[in-house]
């Protein structure tokens, strides 16, 4: 298996542009999650899905954030506007019935 | 609600020194599982160990040891004989059974070997 792909890998845009990042999970397992990670903050977890269906997204900062799973092997995480201080590493991860999490490589996003 | 904390930001240690990273967790859940991820300069997270909160045995993995302390709420981690390599970003991460898919993370410890 190829593990959690995510794209881009790095991404630089200007503030108030729309974002899209994208991941697509590990065939066969039925958790994803969105992750933010920042100096300040560490490792969050924004959003996470299950069977394709947002479980808990108390982590999304704002409604400037949006993530969707549209099927199994597909998922976004959108932000529109973007703003400088959403400057992170985003990553997804997926798992299989929480038995153990693979990370994909990362989105670093820089907004100017 | 449950929280991980690792006490140590940083750490620097010489190439063949042995290091212990501390991990303490916290937990309301009856079930849950530990793990230990690595984040070398690269970027990635790499996975190194699973736990679950019924499996107290000390683990032995190469240079690698993991202790767990249900009494204590630790899980703390052993590098023997460190190599340069092994400089990275440690994370300690808890997730429970009742809320299995929420990996809650520590803040990580950054390990330095020094040759």
């Known amino acids: 298996d190829a593990g959690v792909i995510q794209s881009p890998r790095h991404e630089v845009t200007e503030m108030g542009q729309e974002v899209t990042l994208r991941c697509k999970p590990i065939s066969g397992h039925d958790y994803l999650f969105w992750y933010r990670q920042t100096m300040m903050r560490g490792l969050e977890l924004l959003i996470y899905f299950n069977n394709n269906v947002p479980i808990d997204d108390s982590g999304m900062p704002e409604d400037r954030f949006s993530a969707k799973m549209p099927n199994a092997s597909f998922s976004t995480l959108k932000i529109q506007p973007s703003e400088p201080r959403d400057s992170a590493v985003y990553f997804c991860?997926?798992?299989?019935?929480?038995?153990?999490?693979?990370f994909g490589s990362g989105t670093r996003l820089t907004v100017v | 609600a449950q929280k991980v904390t690792q006490a140590q930001t940083e750490i620097s240690v010489v190439e063949k020194e042995d290091v212990t990273l501390d991990c303490v967790y916290e937990t309301r859940d009856t079930t849950y599982y530990l793990f230990w991820y690595k984040q070398p300069p690269s970027g990635e997270l790499v996975f190194l160990i699973r736990?679950?909160?019924?499996?107290?045995q000390n683990e032995i993995s190469g240079r690698y040891s993991w202790n767990f302390q249900k009494s204590t709420s630790s899980f703390n981690f052993t590098i023997t004989a460190s190599q340069v390599v092994d400089s990275a970003v440690y994370f300690c991460?808890?997730?429970?059974?009742?809320?299995?898919?929420?990996?809650?993370f520590g803040k990580g410890t950054k390990l330095s070997v020094k040759p």
């Open positions: 736990r679950n909160s019924f499996d107290e």
């Open positions: 991860a997926s798992s299989l019935s929480g038995r153990g999490y693979t």
């Open positions: 991460a808890l997730s429970g059974g009742g809320s299995q898919g929420n990996l809650i």
